[in-house]
């Protein structure tokens, strides 16, 4: 199933960067399309169908709009139906057959300056940017292009720092981003033309650098003490309370993710060897938890005093009719939310949905010197990489890397007669 995912993502990627690439779609619209294929993604996962093909695009539209005809569709209806038609085609041809949009920024370089410019986006795919960075690179060395013109250069010779540094003082300094994005940009364009010989004075190091130090911003984490008191303050006598108590405790006991709680299965729970075995929607690794006593007791009361009657594979279903799974893991996140706030729980300056109860539960591992590896298991990580980010947190950790500082002899402070140190 991994590899059929990962298939998916390189599809729908690809797809994605030949409407901004070929076709100059901007990122806003690109993205809308990204939207719709992440939700046939979802659609593919909750059907076990693992690769996408023309009938798969059928059976989602048909899902989502029945019988209806393509004239009859809302506005936003048609777009999820041109984007599923796209994707088809794509998938097909490796080409979307549609008229290329008029960008603000148009693609066309054109003259010698124009010319360096697509050698050098040549040169940086190779290393293969992000749609963004790509993107960015367009756009900035477009404007760039255009400045020369106004300003009547035409030979890449003639481009020199003075140039340079009108081109970038003309955007506002108080958009740092874009100055920063800028800048970047334009010293990776110079040195490439330094280094393959269009200019003969390397300027990349004489434009002045602008960075904005920015320290990434802590997860939210919850106390042992208020994630205790949030399981205790559940309501769990009605149907829906109980399962909003299996939820809260999922989340904070195990540490899921929101799309995989709400996507949680009867063949995930292997009740004879008391584990909950999960392929991660996220990730799409498999991930291996213990079944806990209190979080299999609440879903077992669920099962048996709350659960509607429904012929569903999903444990958690909606508390109105018609009881069907899930569609959003949104859902997952409001009943945490909601609870949280039920219970009085402080939630000023802090999220408080089910990441911040994972981040939590990261916190308290690492409390207890749970090795990263093992953390990385339980919270399903690809590597400990993502795992080092609940470091930032745990002070008491860091307080045991203080090392003390050795004594120094008084000779050293008495070397030379104390000439320096006296």
């Known amino acids: 199933m991994i590899k059929q995912i990962t298939a998916f993502n390189e599809l729908t990627n690809n797809a994605g960067n030949y409407l901004e690439q070929e076709l100059g779609y901007a990122l806003k619209t690109s993205g809308m399309y990204r939207r719709i294929w992440r939700q046939l993604r979802e659609f593919m996962f909750a059907n076990g169908i693992e ?14 709009f029945g019988d209806k005809a393509k004239q009859d569709l809302t506005r936003n209806q048609s777009v999820t139906y041109n984007g599923i038609k796209m994707l088809t085609e794509f998938s097909k041809t490796k080409k979307i057959n549609v008229p ?21 986006l040549h040169h940086k795919k190779q290393s293969n940017p992000s749609r963004t960075t790509y993107h960015n690179y367009q756009r900035h060395l477009y404007e760039f292009m255009m400045y020369c013109e106004k300003q009547g250069i035409s030979r890449i010779a003639d481009i020199d720092l003075v140039l340079l540094l009108h081109f970038i003082n003309q955007y506002d300094a108080s958009k740092k981003t874009v100055v920063i994005i800028t800048i970047t940009t334009l010293r990776g364009f110079i040195k490439y033309l330094f280094e393959e010989n269009y200019l003969d004075i390397d300027y990349s190091e004489k434009i002045p650098r602008h960075k904005i130090v920015q320290q990434p911003k802590l997860p939210s984490n919850y ?35 929101a799309s995989d709680i709400s996507r949680l299965k009867f063949e995930h729970l292997n009740w004879e060897n008391n584990t909950i075995v999960i392929p991660q929607y996220k990730t799409g690794k498999q991930l291996v938890l213990p079944l806990l006593p209190d979080v299999g007791n609440a879903i077992i009361d669920y099962l048996k005093h709350g659960r509607p009657e429904s012929d569903e594979p999903y444990i958690l279903l909606t508390a109105r009719p018609p009881y069907s799974r ?77 090392l003390d500082v050795p004594p120094v002899s008084t000779d050293f402070y008495t070397q030379g007669g104390g000439k320096f140190y006296g």
């Open 51 to 64: 690769t996408y093909d023309e009938n798969v695009g059928k059976k989602y539209l048909s899902n989502k």
């Open 100 to 120: 290329a949009r008029p960008s603000r920024y148009p693609l066309e370089f054109k003259g010698h300056i124009g010319k360096a410019i697509v050698k050098f």
């Open 326 to 402: 899930f569609t959003t893991s949104n859902v997952v996140t409001h009943v945490v939310q909601r609870a949280m706030r039920k219970a009085g729980i402080d939630t000023k300056d802090r999220r408080f949905g089910p990441h911040a109860l994972r981040h939590s539960l990261g916190l308290r591992l690492l409390e207890k010197s749970t090795a990263l590896p093992v953390i990385s298991e339980v919270l399903g990580h690809q590597d400990t990489n993502s795992t080092t980010y609940y470091l930032r947190i745990d002070l008491r950790s860091m307080q045991q890397c203080m």
């Open 223 to 257: 106390t042992k003490e208020e994630v205790k008191h949030l399981i205790a303050s559940g309501d769990r006598a009605s149907s829906t309370g109980k399962r909003n108590y299996v939820i809260i405790l999922i989340a904070a006991r195990l540490g899921l993710r």
